[in-house]
T-cell receptor
Framework: AQKVTQAQTEISVVEKEDVTLDCVYETRDTTYYLFWYKQPPSGELVFLIRRNSFDEQNEISGRYSWNFQKSTSSFNFTITASQVVDSAVYFCALSEALQGAQKLVFGQGTRLTINP | DAGVIQSPRHEVTEMGQEVTLRCKPISGHDYLFWYRQTMMRGLELLIYFNNNVPIDDSGMPEDRFSAKMPNASFSTLKIQPSEPRDSAVYFC?????????????FGEGSRLTVL
């Protein structure tokens, strides 16, 4: 069965620090997708990134970067030079091709607080 | 462009009452999802539709919950009778198939409180 674990329930850092959010997943499928979503205080979840299981290249988008490592079943998310606006709950998610690639299972989320 | 629209944003009701939550997906999207978010259980997928047809309802808690999608622009999630443990934020999301797999667009949620 598919499972996503975000061991960090809450993280609090001071602005401009770098912060890494951990995500570990479990799946029996060889074809799967990994995601990160952001839930700001307004409530709606916002898509950040998707990775498929055949693409282990790390991705960088501005201050955001993602490290996908199949060997450790991890898909970690790093924010460089954090800003107060980055404060939100961040969710890692997984879908499997065999279960329906659109069927996302979410981790419990990590609440990130950036203090000025 | 309008995003996913949910109504009501907030609902307070008494145990035993019927609750209907509504969702209008993004035009042209062919998948629609209902998720429930609570502190204890996190984000749970309740049911999802493809082209108005329910594909997977294994997450629907029990017979008190039902969901319909009569057309491509409207879906409802109904709870009858409601119970205090149903209190949660219910999210509707929509998406396109293909290369955008898994890129869900969420509504702002409907916060349900059952007294």
């Amino acid at each position: 069965a598919q499972k996503v674990t975000q061991a960090q329930t809450e993280i609090s850092v001071v602005e401009k620090e770098d912060v890494t959010l951990d995500c570990v997943y479990e799946t029996r499928d060889t074809t799967y997708y990994l995601f990160w979503y952001k839930q700001p205080p307004s409530g709606e979840l916002v898509f950040l990134i998707r990775r498929n299981s055949f693409d282990e290249q790390n991705e960088i988008s501005g201050r955001y970067s993602w490290n996908f490592q199949k060997s450790t079943s991890s898909f970690n998310f790093t924010i460089t030079a954090s800003q107060v606006v980055d404060s939100a709950v961040y969710f890692c998610a997984l879908s499997e091709a065999l279960q329906g690639a659109q069927k996302l299972v979410f981790g419990q989320g990590t609440r990130l607080t950036i203090n000025p | 462009d309008a995003g996913v629209i949910q109504s009501p944003r907030h609902e307070v009701t008494e145990m035993g009452q019927e609750v209907t939550l509504r969702c209008k997906p993004i035009s042209g999207h062919d998948y629609l999802f209902w998720y429930r978010q609570t502190m204890m259980r996190g984000l749970e997928l309740l049911i999802y539709f493809n082209n108005n047809v329910p594909i997977d309802d294994s997450g629907m808690p029990e017979d008190r919950f039902s969901a319909k999608m009569p057309n491509a622009s409207f879906s409802t999630l109904k709870i009858q009778p409601s119970e205090p443990r149903d209190s949660a934020v219910y999210f509707c999301a929509s998406s396109l198939a293909g290369i955008n797999t898994g890129e869900l667009f969420f509504g702002e949620g409907s916060r349900l409180t059952v007294l």
